[in-house]
């Protein structure tokens, strides 16, 4: 069966240092990847996609980048973290469209 | 843009009554349609989804409506428990697209 690996669960980080968060898939191939953030009192905002190894896909602006280096791994970076970065992380996988299966998420505090 | 949107952000029901979750979508193009659950601290889940070939899909006490013509959608839960008190997301996709939308949630809340 298919599991989603998403680590660490909470993270406390200062304005400025880097980020990095990441999510593993076990028990499927070339799997869709997505980071969504959920930040307090909002919904579900896509981050970044990947269809493929290197294959990255931005929807919003920001402070955060995202990398594909294996087929089942999906890491969520940033350089220097901004306070406006505090939020609900979710790591989620797919084989097309349907039926996504999200992590447990990680919460972040920027302080 | 919002093209998905739930407009309640929360909702109180009694205990064993009927829970109705609301969601309207702007984008012609979305053909598949989702309902997830997500407790604190935790990712969601699936609930459960419905395709715009349809306009009823049930799976136990959850149904969910599809409404074409007025871009809109409803997901049911009779009758309501305690166990559904949780944060509901409409979610929608379209064929050509390889990535869900999803509504800003609705926080419901199940009073014994």
């Known amino acids: 069966s298919q599991t989603i690996h998403q680590w660490p669960a909470t993270l406390v980080q200062p304005v400025g240092s880097p980020l990095s968060l990441e999510c593993t898939v076990e028990g499927t191939s070339n799997p869709n990847l997505y980071w969504y953030r959920q930040a307090a009192g909002r919904g579900l905002q896509l981050l970044f996609y990947?269809?493929?190894?290197?294959?990255i896909s931005s929807e919003v602006p920001q402070n955060l980048s995202a990398s594909r280096p294996q087929d089942r791994q999906f890491i969520l970076s940033s350089k220097k973290l901004l306070l406006s970065d505090s939020g609900f992380y979710l790591c989620?996988?797919?084989?097309?469209?349907?039926?996504?299966?999200f992590g447990s998420g990680t919460r972040l505090t920027v302080v | 843009d919002q093209q998905v949107k739930q407009n309640s952000p929360s909702l109180s029901v009694q205990e064993g009554r009927i829970s109705i979750l609301n969601c309207d979508y702007t984008?012609?193009?979305?053909?598949?349609f989702l309902w997830y659950k997500k407790y604190p601290a935790e990712g969601p889940t699936f609930l459960i989804s419905i395709s715009s070939i349809k306009d009823k899909n049930e799976d136990g006490r959850f149904t969910v409506f599809l409404n074409k013509s007025a871009k809109h959608l409803s997901l049911h839960i009779v009758p309501s428990q305690p166990g559904d008190s949780a944060v509901y997301f409409c979610?929608?996709?379209?064929?050509?697209?390889?990535?869900?939308?999803f509504g800003q949630g609705t926080r419901l809340t199940i009073n014994p």
């Open positions: 989620a996988w797919s084989k097309g469209t349907y039926g996504y299966t």
């Open positions: 984008n012609s193009m979305f053909d598949y």
């Open positions: 979610a929608a996709s379209d064929q050509g697209a390889q990535k869900l939308v």
């Open positions: 990947s269809v493929g190894i290197g294959q």
